[in-house]
Nanobody
Framework: QVQLVESGGGLVQAGGSLRLSCAAS????????MGWYRQPPGKQRELVAS???????IYADSVKGRFTISRDNARRTTYLQMNSVKPEDTAVYYC?????????WGQGAQVTVSS
């Protein structure tokens, strides 16, 4: 049974930092592309960043230079370091694990950035 558990969300002031974590179980973690998505209020879910099994990363233009995705295969955990956050970063952030034709989601973590 696949489980992705996000943690680290909360309230942060604009310009501050926050780190999200996603602990995975029930998957071959090292073989999965791990991603962070977000869904702002009233909007569709969008990709924030992803990191492939080999370490290749992809970022949305809106977070380039501010957010960093990383993974620790030994801990089966992926991270999203969020720096210089803006009010428009407010959203529910979801962890995703993807491999070939399978995709799994976490329950989501709320991030609220106050101006």
């Amino acid at each position: 049974q696949v489980q992705l558990v996000e943690s680290g969300g909360g309230l942060v002031q604009a310009g501050g930092s926050l780190r999200l974590s996603c602990a995975a179980s029930g998957i071959i973690f090292s073989s999965n592309t791990m991603g962070w998505y977000r869904q702002p209020p009233g909007k569709q879910r969008e990709l924030v960043a992803s990191i492939a099994s080999g370490g290749t990363t992809i970022y949305a233009d809106s977070v380039k230079g501010r957010f960093t995705i990383s993974r620790d295969n030994a801990r089966r955990t992926t991270y999203l370091q969020m720096n210089s956050v803006k009010p428009e970063d407010t959203a529910v952030y979801y962890c995703n694990a993807r491999r070939q034709f399978t995709s799994s989601w976490g329950q989501g973590a709320q991030v609220t950035v106050s101006s």
